[in-house]
């Protein structure tokens, strides 16, 4: 249930006056004031491309070994591996506790990309039955592939996709893992979701250089090519990473209105490369692909790399979530100006005091609001102890 508020005025004399969940040019006399005369008000970060499954991996994920040698082994032995030993109780504990440490890091708005295949029917549903709970913006989708259990696999992510309940805070998209583990009738059929759904694409495209040879060896120029020679990606769909994508590639994804997501901290990790060329986007936002959601060091990340790569393309992805967010959930401006999500948050001396979303009150003082983040946390922490003994079985 959206709500009106009023936060401030700040240290600089703002005040943001929010009704019925968006920013307001005039404040609705009867709402609460928060005030914060030593803080300074900002919108809440947007992290556009993550996955809350990943959320139980800081708390002691065994290594793989030997260790992976390739992207495609870290893939094989950690990633799959860990989404093949999801259950209900372990997603729904990684979910509310990555969702927690995001709220209390400023970020108000997830662009999710799910994927647990002995857990399909259901599971985006727990994600946000967790992002309703604890008050975030949530994009989900299921990365539907074919990688486990073939075509039946597929098309069972396909239809959980359609799955999800959108409310004010919750927008449903529809997800494919990657092009290199679904065949053109998967592709086909994602897009035709996309279209009786009227929404968009969520996929991996050109993160390492394996995606681009496996849609070579299927005759397509690329994964970009191969997608949408497929009729897969309507305008607004959301490509993450491009690492491996040519100039001309990314100017015909912006002329077609598609975004691109990079995702420093994963991409350095990973040793995939640097997308250089996503320089010749403006639709490019920033996530962290699984990482922690404090959007402050993945763009603190990000800043570095590009400074070491030489991209000076790098400053206004972190905002330009806020355009991607704003045409997903229809609203009519970004930042703080009227008409924009009324998702704010309050820095005082470097700390995040107060967070915002939808004209709901989820973190005052520092803490959560309704919930306590210690409590999250005991709880990813015992169920991530019953994830890696299933991981040992795979």
Request: hydrophobic residues 45%; proline residues 4%; aromatic residues 4%.
């Given at each position: 249930?959206?709500?009106?508020?009023?936060?401030?005025?700040?240290?600089?004399?703002?005040?943001?006056?929010?009704?019925?969940?968006?920013?307001?040019?005039?404040?609705?006399?009867?709402?609460?004031?928060?005030?914060?005369?030593g803080g300074e008000i900002a919108p809440g970060a947007?992290?556009?491309?993550?996955?809350?499954?990943?959320?139980?991996?800081?708390?002691?994920?065994?290594?793989?070994?030997?260790?992976?040698?390739?992207?495609?082994?870290?893939?094989?032995?950690?990633?799959?591996?860990?989404?093949?030993?999801?259950?209900?109780?372990?997603?729904?504990?990684?979910?509310?506790?990555?969702?927690?440490?995001?709220?209390?890091?400023?970020?108000?708005?997830?662009?999710?990309?799910?994927?647990?295949?002995?857990?399909?029917?259901g599971s985006l549903q727990v994600l946000a039955d967790?992002?309703?709970?604890?008050?975030?913006?949530?994009?989900?989708?299921?990365?539907?592939?074919?990688?486990?259990?073939?075509?039946?696999?597929?098309?069972?992510?396909?239809?959980?996709?359609?799955?999800?309940?959108?409310?004010?805070?919750?927008?449903?998209?529809?997800?494919?893992?990657?092009?290199?583990?679904?065949?053109?009738?998967?592709?086909?059929?994602?897009?035709?979701?996309?279209?009786?759904?009227?929404?968009?694409?969520?996929?991996?495209?050109?993160?390492?250089?394996?995606?681009?040879?496996?849609?070579?060896?299927?005759?397509?120029?690329?994964?970009?090519?191969?997608?949408?020679?497929?009729?897969?990606?309507?305008?607004?769909?959301?490509?993450?990473?491009?690492?491996?994508?040519?100039?001309?590639?990314?100017?015909?994804?912006?002329?077609?209105?598609?975004?691109?997501?990079?995702?420093?901290?994963?991409?350095?990790?990973?040793?995939?490369?640097?997308?250089?060329?996503?320089?010749?986007?403006?639709?490019?936002?920033?996530?962290?692909?699984?990482?922690?959601?404090?959007?402050?060091?993945?763009?603190?990340?990000?800043?570095?790399?590009?400074?070491?790569?030489?991209?000076?393309?790098?400053?206004?992805?972190?905002?330009?979530?806020?355009?991607?967010?704003?045409?997903?959930?229809?609203?009519?401006?970004?930042?703080?100006?009227?008409?924009?999500?009324?998702?704010?948050?309050?820095?005082?001396?470097?700390?995040?005091?107060?967070?915002?979303?939808?004209?709901?009150?989820?973190?005052?003082?520092?803490?959560?609001?309704?919930?306590?983040?210690?409590?999250?946390?005991?709880?990813?922490?015992?169920?991530?102890?019953?994830?890696?003994?299933?991981?040992?079985?795979?």
């Amino acid at each position: 249930m959206t709500q009106s508020i009023t936060i401030g005025p700040d240290r600089t004399g703002r005040t943001v006056a929010i009704v019925d969940g968006i920013i307001a040019e005039v404040a609705d006399p009867a709402a609460p004031v928060i005030a914060c005369p030593g803080g300074e008000i900002a919108p809440g970060a947007v992290c556009a491309h993550t996955h809350l499954y990943s959320g139980l991996a800081p708390y002691g994920m065994p290594p793989a070994e030997p260790a992976p040698a390739n992207f495609i082994e870290i893939l094989q032995k950690v990633w799959w591996r860990l989404d093949r030993a999801l259950d209900r109780e372990a997603l729904r504990a990684s979910a509310r506790d990555y969702i927690a440490k995001a709220l209390l890091a400023g970020t108000t708005s997830l662009v999710d990309h799910h994927e647990s295949p002995h857990f399909i029917g259901g599971s985006l549903q727990v994600l946000a039955d967790a992002a309703e709970e604890l008050g975030v913006r949530a994009l989900l989708s299921f990365g539907a592939t074919e990688r486990n259990f073939g075509r039946a696999e597929a098309e069972a992510g396909l239809v959980e996709c359609g799955n999800v309940e959108e409310t004010p805070l919750v927008r449903r998209l529809v997800g494919l893992h990657a092009s290199f583990t679904v065949s053109d009738n998967t592709i086909r059929a994602a897009g035709e979701l996309c279209d009786r759904l009227g929404t968009v694409m969520h996929v991996h495209v050109a993160e390492a250089v394996d995606d681009v040879e496996d849609a070579r060896a299927r005759g397509y120029a690329g994964p970009l090519e191969r997608l949408l020679a497929l009729d897969a990606l309507p305008p607004g769909s959301i490509l993450a990473h491009g690492v491996h994508l040519t100039a001309d590639e990314v100017r015909e994804a912006e002329r077609l209105g598609l975004w691109f997501v990079q995702n420093p901290r994963s991409n350095e990790g990973n040793r995939v490369g640097y997308p250089t060329n996503l320089r010749h986007s403006d639709n490019v936002a920033l996530g962290c692909d699984g990482w922690d959601a404090d959007m402050t060091v993945e763009e603190a990340a990000l800043f570095r790399i590009a400074a070491a790569e030489g991209d000076d393309r790098a400053a206004g992805r972190l905002d330009a979530g806020q355009r991607l967010i704003a045409e997903r959930f229809g609203f009519s401006a970004t930042g703080l100006a009227t008409g924009a999500a009324g998702d704010v948050v309050v820095r005082e001396g470097g700390k995040i005091t107060a967070v915002v979303v939808g004209g709901r009150l989820v973190v005052r003082d520092g803490r959560l609001v309704g919930s306590d983040a210690g409590a999250i946390e005991a709880e990813a922490r015992d169920e991530a102890m019953r994830l890696w003994r299933r991981m040992e079985t795979l």
